[in-house]
């Protein structure tokens, strides 16, 4: 498979969260405004590329006879990741490290950091390459999927909504419509 679609995959029809269903803590909180939810995305995706890189490398160096220990060894490299992102935007972007505020850390413990490490390291244990590849189209999806959200909710505060409907349950109907144009695309991939 060419690392085009190997992309493109990850990113539209195996999306971490529209198809994988993780990641929905910061998806559903943090993408109320476009201007975080960008920052968020691209954050995820830069510590998903990272990380999954940090994952092929030390899977196939110490985790060849012990997959067991791949969780935990994964939690600790995402921890790490996150950690140097963290200190990369706080030297680099002062804004967006302000505007993130504790969500920043937190991305260490968004359990689409975990699967994206897991499936890299699981569909691709031969190629760093094509691993790497998940992990930014991992990334890549995250955000596509986060700046989806933080559009149509951004309209939808604009626009007259019943009050039985306002926030979560409007919120969780526009995430299952998401979805649903997102699985149409398991086919093509």
């Known amino acids: 498979m060419s690392l085009i679609a190997v992309i493109a995959a990850a990113a539209l029809a195996d999306n971490i969260i529209l198809a994988k269903m993780l990641g929905l803590c910061p998806f559903t909180g943090l993408s109320k405004r476009l201007d975080v939810?960008?920052?968020v995305g691209v954050a995820t995706a830069a510590v998903l590329t990272l990380s999954a890189a940090a994952a092929w490398v030390v899977?196939?160096?110490l985790l060849q006879n012990i997959s067991s220990l791949q969780p935990l060894i994964f939690i600790t490299l995402a921890a790490i990741v996150v950690q140097g992102a963290e200190l990369a935007m706080r030297l680099w972007m002062p804004l967006m490290h302000r505007m993130l505020g504790l969500y920043l850390p937190l991305i260490a413990t968004n359990c689409?950091?975990?699967g994206v490490m897991l499936l890299a390291v699981r569909k691709s244990p031969d190629s760093f390459i094509e691993?790497?590849?998940?992990?930014?189209?991992?990334g890549v999806g995250f955000l596509l999927a986060m700046v989806c959200?933080?559009?149509v909710r951004e309209r939808i505060?604009?626009?007259q909504v019943p009050v039985a409907m306002r926030g979560a349950p409007l919120t969780m109907i526009t995430i299952g419509w998401m979805a649903l144009a997102f699985s149409g695309l398991h086919g093509i991939f």
């Not at 691993?131 to 991992?138: I, K, L």
């Open 37 to 39: 939810a960008v920052g």
């Open 59 to 61: 899977n196939a160096t």
């Open 112 to 114: 689409a950091v975990l």
């Open 131 to 138: 691993a790497v590849a998940r992990g930014f189209g991992g």
């Open 149 to 151: 959200l933080a559009l």
């Open 157 to 159: 505060t604009d626009s």
